[in-house]
């Protein structure tokens, strides 16, 4: 069973449990979370202690909690895995997020099974594949477009898998599980969760003839992605689930992102057609603004066709939004004419500017006043020496990149989200009896004995039941309507209704977790559908034997080792990628086509990218519009391989001998 067709499933990431549950409070209908091991992030673990917290504020409202499992895995790993697996279904968890094939042909618990980005799903003939291999929600590549994603949809059965997207955050270059440039230069792998992040570097790019056609420029930095403006077209196409980047955020991002993709969801869901995949409402104590957290600027990527601009290439920090000018420096200060002149500057914001190289500098305010309020000047002292600001000077455009005044709403208390019930008081025999009927149909009753004593005032001691049964400030619910069925006014102390109230609560929220339905895990067609392909190269990840041997199940016949078996000591292709260098540089030869002067002098022929002593080559292969980042693997990586092996052999799948 994956999300019905009607559904919308708002999908946040969580560091850690306590981000977890503000982004369940914030609205998101699950959340997605490291284990003890294993996940894509390897610094983003948690003990099962935290998850069963988490899980447990999670499913009181219905909401789901899915954990991250993502990394690929060595033989002698795959125990640990298992283990980890049952560790978690026995936690509560909803479903696993996976990437190696290996884990379906292990003993793993009768839990809901989703495919990781890493698992590079690109085209309908590998999503209907994973389907029919048990895999019940899908997150397909970013690269894709909504022609391409709807005919993903129409090769799959939405009531057996759900399709996920990802609608906001940092983007990885490369086509997610096609990267190896971190593992060829350190050893370290981003199939393994540790990547090096050589993709946000500069480089110098030359072109065949060595002439440079850019310095220092960050050309396989992405803007981050944003799909605000699209979440309808995306719905239109067949996502359901819509995912937010980022388990290594921080509090504020996870709260404002989720905030703001909450905001937007709940709008097309009010319009009738689709519902929440969880219950209750949020509602929030600030205006959500995705500007507001760290970002490179933003990209809608590849979603309505290539476009020119959806690259960071001058730096991949923040630039922030521009506020104003510098009108005048002192020696320990600056003045600053801010645009709008209802702008506040905080002590320890953060102010950046381009110096005259393009290059982003960063000031931290440590002190500002404002100086002539009508005009909107505010003199500025930053906690550097203002000298050792490059280019700092009259007339410069000023950003901000941080205002505290913002960091310190969301460190505080901002979001309340309740679920909605009926509630009726009833006079019994004995006393009274209160039934609580919540937005989903669970029902919470509680009774008390207590003498049925005419009111004094009828008027004033209806307004008084009213008011006393309505207080559910405390707890997860908010009251839509209250009903009196009695034969005429009592008078009820305060403290039996409380009393009253709180028994039924309680009752509400017991009957809230029993009816509480885990995600069923998905049966795969047997016999075994054969893979799309019969040939694996490097590029299909398979480290171990199980996974080996779940290729060979489904018909492969040729199964090369991970990259990581470091087999592949030559020249390969690093990271495969939309992204597109000559296209961004307005160097493509398909740019060219048809304009008068150039004809047949524009080639797709390799470039190079030098970032000190590496040197990786740009190969275009025009026909999927793909680029190829083409290097080798480092002899001192084969070196420390070599010398791990013969310290500690470890067990992986490999093809050739050791």
Same mark, same amino acid.
């Given at each position: 069973?994956?999300?019905?067709?009607?559904?919308?499933?708002?999908?946040?990431?969580?560091?850690?449990?306590?981000?977890?549950?503000?982004?369940?409070?914030?609205?998101?209908?699950?959340?997605?979370?490291?284990?003890?091991?294993?996940?894509?992030?390897?610094?983003?673990?948690? #003990?099962?202690?935290?998850?069963?917290?988490?899980?447990?504020?999670?499913?009181?409202?219905?909401?789901?909690?899915?954990?991250?499992?993502?990394?690929?895995?060595?033989?002698?790993?795959?125990?640990?895995?298992?283990?980890?697996?049952?560790?978690?279904?026995?936690?509560?968890?909803?479903?696993?997020?996976?990437?190696?094939?290996?884990?379906?042909?292990?003993?793993?618990?009768?839990?809901?099974?989703?495919?990781?980005?890493?698992?590079?799903?690109?085209?309908?003939?590998?999503?209907?594949?994973?389907?029919?291999?048990?895999?019940?929600?899908?997150?397909?590549?970013?690269?894709?477009?909504?022609?391409?994603?709807?005919?993903?949809?129409?090769?799959?059965?939405?009531?057996?898998?759900?399709?996920?997207?990802?609608?906001?955050?940092?983007?990885?270059?490369?086509?997610?599980?096609?990267?190896?440039?971190?593992?060829?230069?350190?050893?370290?792998?981003?199939?393994?969760?540790?990547?090096?992040?050589?993709?946000?570097?500069?480089?110098?790019?030359? #072109?065949?003839?060595?002439?440079?056609?850019?310095? $220092?420029?960050?050309?396989?930095?992405?803007?981050?992605?944003?799909?605000?403006?699209?979440?309808?077209?995306?719905?239109?196409?067949?996502?359901?689930?819509?995912?937010?980047?980022?388990?290594?955020?921080?509090?504020?991002?996870?709260?404002?992102?989720?905030?703001?993709?909450?905001?937007?969801?709940?709008?097309?869901?009010?319009?009738?057609?689709?519902?929440?995949?969880?219950?209750?409402?949020?509602?929030?104590?600030?205006?959500?603004?995705?500007?507001? /957290?760290?970002?490179?600027?933003?990209?809608?990527?590849?979603?309505?066709?290539?476009?020119?601009?959806?690259?960071?290439?001058?730096?991949?920090?923040?630039?922030?939004?521009?506020?104003?000018?510098?009108?005048?420096?002192?020696?320990?200060?600056?003045?600053?004419?801010?645009?709008?002149?209802?702008?506040?500057?905080?002590?320890?914001?953060?102010?950046?500017?381009?110096?005259?190289?393009?290059?982003?500098?960063?000031?931290?305010?440590?002190?500002?006043?404002?100086?002539?309020?009508?005009?909107?000047?505010?003199?500025?002292?930053?906690?550097? #020496?203002?000298?050792?600001?490059?280019?700092?000077?009259?007339?410069?455009?000023?950003?901000? /990149?941080?205002?505290?005044?913002?960091?310190?709403?969301?460190?505080?208390?901002?979001?309340?989200?309740?679920?909605?019930?009926?509630?009726?008081?009833?006079?019994?025999?004995?006393?009274?009896?209160?039934?609580?009927?919540?937005?989903?149909?669970?029902?919470?009753?509680?009774?008390?004995?207590?003498?049925?004593?005419?009111?004094?005032?009828?008027?004033?001691?209806?307004?008084?039941?009213?008011?006393?049964?309505?207080?559910?400030?405390?707890?997860?619910?908010?009251?839509?309507?209250?009903?009196?069925?009695?034969?005429?006014?009592?008078?009820?102390?305060?403290?039996?209704?409380?009393?009253?109230?709180?028994?039924?609560?309680?009752?509400?929220?017991?009957?809230?977790?029993?009816?509480?339905?885990?995600?069923?895990?998905?049966?795969?067609?047997?016999?075994?559908?054969?893979?799309?392909?019969?040939?694996?190269?490097?590029?299909?990840?398979?480290?171990?034997?199980?996974?080996? #041997?779940?290729?060979?199940?489904?018909?492969?016949?040729?199964?090369?080792?991970?990259? $990581?078996?470091?087999?592949?000591?030559?020249?390969?292709?690093?990271?495969?990628?939309?992204?597109?260098?000559?296209?961004?540089?307005?160097?493509?030869?398909?740019?060219?086509?048809?304009?008068?002067?150039?004809?047949?002098?524009?080639?797709?022929?390799?470039?190079?990218?030098?970032?000190?002593?590496?040197?990786?080559?740009?190969?275009?292969?025009?026909?999927?519009?793909?680029?190829?980042?083409?290097?080798?693997?480092?002899?001192?990586?084969?070196?420390?391989?070599?010398?791990?092996?013969?310290?500690?052999?470890?067990?992986?799948?490999?093809?050739?001998?050791?």
């Amino acid at each position: 069973m994956s999300l019905l067709p009607h559904q919308l499933e708002l999908l946040s990431p969580a560091r850690d449990a306590d981000i977890g549950i503000a982004a369940i409070d914030h609205g998101a209908d699950a959340v997605y979370i490291g284990g003890p091991a294993f996940g894509a992030r390897a610094s983003a673990g948690n #003990d099962i202690r935290d998850l069963e917290r988490l899980i447990a504020h999670a499913h009181r409202f219905g909401s789901r909690i899915f954990v991250t499992l993502n990394t690929i895995l060595r033989d002698d790993e795959l125990e640990d895995a298992r283990g980890m697996a049952w560790q978690v279904y026995e936690a509560g968890a909803d479903a696993l997020i996976i990437q190696d094939m290996g884990l379906l042909e292990i003993d793993l618990p009768p839990i809901q099974l989703h495919a990781s980005t890493q698992t590079d799903i690109r085209t309908p003939e590998k999503a209907r594949f994973l389907q029919d291999a048990g895999l019940s929600q899908i997150v397909i590549a970013r690269e894709l477009d909504l022609k391409q994603i709807a005919a993903i949809r129409a090769a799959t059965d939405p009531a057996r898998t759900t399709i996920e997207f990802f609608v906001h955050g940092a983007l990885c270059v490369a086509y997610s599980g096609q990267c190896f440039i971190s593992h060829a230069h350190t050893g370290r792998s981003a199939n393994r969760g540790d990547c090096n992040q050589a993709c946000r570097l500069p480089y110098e790019v030359l #072109d065949g003839a060595g002439r440079i056609i850019a310095h $220092e420029k960050h050309v396989l930095s992405m803007k981050d992605n944003n799909q605000s403006d699209n979440l309808r077209a995306l719905i239109d196409a067949g996502v359901r689930s819509f995912k937010i980047e980022g388990r290594y955020k921080d509090l504020g991002y996870v709260k404002n992102i989720t905030a703001h993709y909450r905001k937007l969801l709940d709008e097309i869901v009010e319009e009738g057609t689709y519902t929440r995949a969880s219950s209750g409402r949020t509602t929030f104590s600030f205006t959500p603004d995705p500007d507001q /957290n760290f970002n490179r600027e933003f990209t809608d990527y590849f979603v309505n066709g290539r476009q020119q601009d959806i690259g960071a290439f001058d730096t991949p920090k923040q630039p922030g939004r521009a506020i104003g000018w510098v009108t005048q420096l002192g020696d320990k200060w600056f003045e600053l004419e801010v645009g709008d002149k209802s702008t506040v500057l905080h002590n320890g914001d953060g102010l950046c500017y381009w110096d005259l190289q393009k290059e982003l500098v960063g000031v931290h305010i440590n002190r500002a006043e404002c100086v002539a309020p009508k005009k909107g000047i505010w003199r500025v002292f930053p906690k550097d #020496d203002v000298h050792g600001f490059k280019d700092l000077r009259k007339g410069l455009e000023i950003n901000r /990149n941080r205002d505290m005044d913002w960091v310190r709403t969301l460190d505080k208390k901002s979001s309340e989200r309740r679920i909605g019930l009926w509630a009726e008081l009833a006079e019994t025999a004995d006393g009274f009896a209160l039934t609580l009927t919540d937005e989903d149909g669970f029902i919470g009753s509680a009774a008390i004995v207590q003498p049925h004593q005419p009111a004094s005032d009828a008027a004033r001691a209806q307004g008084q039941l009213r008011e006393q049964l309505a207080r559910f400030g405390a707890t997860i619910f908010a009251v839509n309507d209250i009903a009196l069925t009695l034969t005429q006014p009592w008078f009820v102390p305060a403290s039996a209704l409380n009393q009253l109230r709180r028994d039924a609560v309680a009752a509400l929220e017991d009957a809230r977790a029993k009816g509480f339905v885990r995600l069923q895990r998905a049966a795969p067609v047997e016999p075994p559908v054969p893979f799309p392909e019969d040939t694996l190269t490097y590029l299909a990840n398979v480290f171990n034997h199980k996974a080996h #041997d779940f290729y060979l199940k489904h018909g492969v016949k040729v199964i090369a080792a991970a990259y $990581e078996a470091k087999e592949e000591e030559g020249e390969v292709s690093l990271m495969i990628t939309k992204h597109c260098v000559r296209y961004s540089m307005s160097l493509c030869p398909k740019q060219a086509k048809g304009v008068i002067g150039v004809k047949g002098t524009i080639r797709a022929e390799p470039l190079q990218l030098i970032n000190g002593k590496e040197k990786l080559k740009l190969v275009f292969d025009c026909k999927p519009c793909e680029m190829h980042v083409v290097g080798r693997m480092k002899k001192s990586v084969i070196a420390q391989h070599q010398r791990e092996m013969r310290e500690h052999p470890l067990q992986f799948y490999r093809t050739r001998p050791v």
